[in-house]
DNA sequence: CCGGGCGTCAACCGTTCGATTGATTTTCGG
DNA sequence: CCGAAAATCAATCGAACGGTTGACGCCCGG
């Protein structure tokens, strides 16, 4: 495990998978394993036989599969690389789902090239790296008491109403009563401290626990 | 001006700069005159002397100055370079407040290369370039009447719900009585099609007409 | 085995919101 | 100079929302 290190790049935007290579080539012992613009395509690379050490990924890739799924499907392969998750920000709803779905790092975009090079090579000798902002956000989770951790269902919840459907239309498309909706919302506006669904909508975005899109 | 032209690359994150500056240094008529991770920074660049023809600047960029300011002052320097935008999201907020700020292009990231070397050539002949999906949406805001084009007063109330704002406390935030806020919404509802704050929230994020930050 | 979180539902009540109508002032473009 | 759009305010009314209380079954973990 002493020699290259391989890195498989993953990213939607060929801007950003140019500097990644840059970055990658100018590492004495790294290299390129090969790029990829979303999650379908990496696996395609990776079931073809292309056996990188780490994969850099990020997580919003427009319109292939998300890297959430990615990163399940990869860390579900026979032997599989080191995921290093590569994103833009801290507040990401999927942060937690990404380390959930096998991720053995978590790298912020605006990272200067230094942290990125030693997160490959901590990645590739199977370390943990998480950048201290998304670190930090996650000791606050966890410290807190994972106090702002909704539940499943009031987070499905929260989600609709940041599409603004009304309580009426959330009970539908749910097939629950309207009764249910407002308990969960109650539920939901105790846990982010708010006291309105706008408030909600607001406070969960901000918090990551939904995303925008 | 048939010379080598002269790139300044302004973005926040060091990885996109560096997949900048490699497709930049690819081209051979063109160079990299400079890299700045701020408005900030890139205006005090040009202030000491450095004279790119093209600045191809990011419209997000986290802490510093944000993209919008940076392209009004830069166009309002003497003999100012033409301002190319380089962005994530075709559905951003600021496309049109970029384009009134002076810039000469609009790209997206997930463009492939050559477009963005053609997009370079073309503003350094200064010439107006906008990616399809860029200029599609603008021209869908003009074609329909700017419909969806809300006051200045409008957009600001629509920001305010979007952080959860009740009709009362918008209306002490911005020193008016609550049946103004209460009109005003009732003509963002009319504008945006929807009938309730929330989804004037979703659908004003939607339409990229506020921000989520 | 039992407490507790989760998900489901109901009834009540006060408040906020959305819709409507109508009015005044300013500003800007034709 | 006149009309249109923008911004301001008021009053009303029904519907939607938020808070509260109470209840039931499920399942997990101590």
Redesign the pocket.
Same mark, same amino acid.
């Given at each position: 495990m002493s020699g290259l290190i391989r890195v498989l790049l993953v990213d939607d935007h060929p801007v950003v998978r140019r500097g990644l290579r840059a970055l990658v080539d100018e590492l004495p012992d790294v290299e390129a394993a090969g790029e990829a613009a979303d999650g379908a395509e990496a696996l395609r690379l990776l079931e073809d036989g292309v056996r990188p050490d780490v994969v850099l990924m990020d997580l919003q890739m427009g319109d292939g599969m998300h890297g959430v799924e990615a990163t399940r499907r990869i860390t579900a392969l026979p032997r599989p690389p080191a995921v290093l998750i590569l994103t833009t920000y801290s507040t990401d709803a999927d942060i937690l789902a990404a380390v959930e779905a096998g991720a053995t790092g978590y790298l912020l975009k605006d990272a200067p090239p230094e942290e990125l090079a030693a997160a490959v090579h901590a990645a590739a000798r199977g370390e943990t790296v998480l950048a201290p902002p998304v670190a930090a956000r996650l000791l606050g989770r966890v410290r807190s008491g994972g106090r702002p951790?909704? !539940?499943?269902?009031?987070t499905?919840?929260l989600g609709l109403l940041a599409e603004g #459907?009304?309580?009426?239309?959330i !009970?539908r498309r749910?097939?629950?009563?309207?009764?249910?909706?407002?308990?969960? #919302?109650?539920?939901v506006?105790?846990k982010l401290g708010?006291?309105?669904?706008?408030?909600?909508v607001a406070a969960g975005l901000a918090a990551g626990l939904i995303r925008p899109v």
């Open positions: 951790a909704l !539940s499943p269902r009031e499905e919840i #459907l009304a309580n009426r239309q !009970s749910l097939f629950i009563s309207e009764a249910t909706v407002k308990t969960h #919302l109650v539920h506006y105790g708010v006291d309105s669904r706008t408030a909600a």
